[in-house]
């Protein structure tokens, strides 16, 4: 949009485009608030579908974790609660009753409080709550326990006569019969050192209370759903990997010599927030020189040196859906030999798993495909020895294949075969840690292995690397949602070049 500064005498030209160009920025606006919504009701549609007349399906808001003290962490809304409402408040519950004639969708948010409101921000209002979500229903949460204790007990004369309650009758007769189902989120199973979640706490109540009623596990329906992105989801998906894409390009600029990790860590967050991501999808990872061969090291404490590789993983939550991007490159601009070699050895694994990913295949054949790769390289260079045993596990230490979506590791279920429209990560790693190999059970097997891969262990020691995009499957192929950060060597090392004056 052109500038008033730009205008032309008396500036009624630029003034007119401005306006045009703002009111199609409205439309937009609107256009996707209008299409988000659209898709919730259609999500919800889905799982009533699947749900049957005679259940109920419960969902609740994630509680409030404390930081410290007094000070809790910056909420974050349960993932299959906002699935299904794009709600981000606390203390909000959702119902689904697909035999109700209608109100099948009931939405239960907290009451105002002005004191709470006067500390911690706004609270949807019931009219607000209904158009985030598309539920026409929306109740204040104070009524939540009484509408399930009625609903529950298949006898609810005070329901009945409130207006819009009159037809909850297929589901009362299915409690009266004792073949109502009421379905909640109840995987993972809590550690019996934790607290009960909200759904474990009301599946103990119903069968402790409600005789006619089994509580079933919605888990493989709510997952089997969300494992395949809409449409809708697809388009914010990509413009996440886009935000993310760029941070991943600044922290590259940012990287070199005699800078902290922490900078490169902040160049990159920095681009979330500018962009709109208001989030990282989950803590970075920057970790320099023998940092890069911890798999989650958090500490972006250490200054780079001249010959450092540089590990990030990192990528920011847009609209609750965030990818996952690593990449691994010479502070200094150039691969060392050793460096360039057991990189090129991580990205064949990388493009062997991209070939394997295909609708109908599974991340099994991803796995199996980069691991093929990976025994080869490691033989070669004298890693390992055998190819036949598990040896390659001392240096290549972890899954490659992972869904992504609302949640950095997205639900899924790894032996359903592959659908367009799923997301996941292709992420093979090697981490020559000196260590390993003094880890290992002491076995005459396992010294006359150290002593054969020593001098390659020398070679490249503390080297990590890790090479990892994300993807969407579509009808026409795999999708590399990341690939405009640099990837191979070339690239990375003509991208350093374009780096600032080293300071």
Known sequence: MRSIQESEPGGRTTLRVAAVSISCLLLAVAAFADEAQQDLKERRARAMAKLGAESMLVLFSAPPRVYSADVDYEYRQDSDLYYFTGITQADTMLVLMPGNATNKEILFVRQPDARREHWNGHTLTLQEASAASGIEKV??????EDFLSAALSGSAPGMRRKPG???FGTFMKAVSAGRARVALM??????LSEPLSPAHEFARTIRDRFSGVTVTNAAELVWGLRQVKTAYEQRVLRRSLEISSEAHRAGMHTAQPEVFEY????????????KGAMSWGYPSIVGSGPNATTLHYSESSRKMEEGDLLLVDAAGSYQHLTGDITRTYPVSGRFSAAQRDLYELVLAAQEAGMKAARVGKTPDDIEEAAEAVIKDGLLKRGLITDV???QFRTWYTHGICHFIGLDVHDVGDYNRPFEAGMAFVIEPGLYIRPQALDDLPKTPENKAFAERVGPAVAKYANIGIRIED???????????LSATVPRTVPEIEAFMKTRPATR
């Open 139 to 144: 109740l204040f949460s104070s009524g939540f």
């Open 165 to 167: 309650f009159a037809e």
């Open 186 to 191: 109840l995987s993972p199973p809590p550690k």
């Open 263 to 274: 900078e490169v860590e902040a160049a990159i967050e920095a681009v979330y927030l500018k």
């Open 388 to 390: 036949s045993g598990e």
């Open 470 to 480: 994300s993807f969407l499957l579509t009808d026409k192929g795999l999708e590399q």
